[in-house]
Nanobody, 121 residues
Framework: QVQLVESGGGLVQAGGSLRLSCAASGSIFSINAMGWYRQAPGKTRELVAVITGGGSTDYGDSVKGRFIISRDNAKNTVYLQMNSLKFEDTAVYYC???????????????WGQGTQVTVSS
């Protein structure tokens, strides 16, 4: 009953910008933390950014100062503004949303399908 749809990935030149979106829909009572992770070929999945329900943010060291995570609670959407993109940012980006569903007591982690971000050098 919960769906996460990611969008905004694509091909960008180094130094450019891109904005990713992840919208949650379905039987949602509330949303706690929201975040973005990425996985490059041959690498493990790593944290990019997270934002709590209270609006506090944390970023992976490699993206600090360049990426900005935000959320629109009215739209159940989390965004990732990616600036000054580097070749090393090339990866599949996955959104992660902690959701309390209607009629269910515990929070559950949901993952988006992933969106490819490719930065050309």
């Amino acid at each position: 009953q919960v769906q996460l749809v990611e969008s905004g990935g694509g091909l960008v030149q180094a130094g450019g910008s891109l904005r990713l979106s992840c919208a949650a829909s379905g039987s949602i009572f509330s949303i706690n933390a929201m975040g973005w992770y990425r996985q490059a070929p041959g690498k493990t999945r790593e944290l990019v950014a997270v934002i709590t329900g209270g609006g506090s943010t944390d970023y992976g060291d490699s993206v600090k100062g360049r990426f900005i995570i935000s959320r629109d609670n009215a739209k159940n959407t989390v965004y990732l503004q990616m600036n000054s993109l580097k070749f090393e940012d090339t990866a599949v980006y996955y959104c992660n949303v902690e959701i309390v569903r209607l009629g269910i007591l515990r929070a559950i982690d949901y993952w988006g399908q992933g969106t490819q971000v490719t930065v050309s050098s």
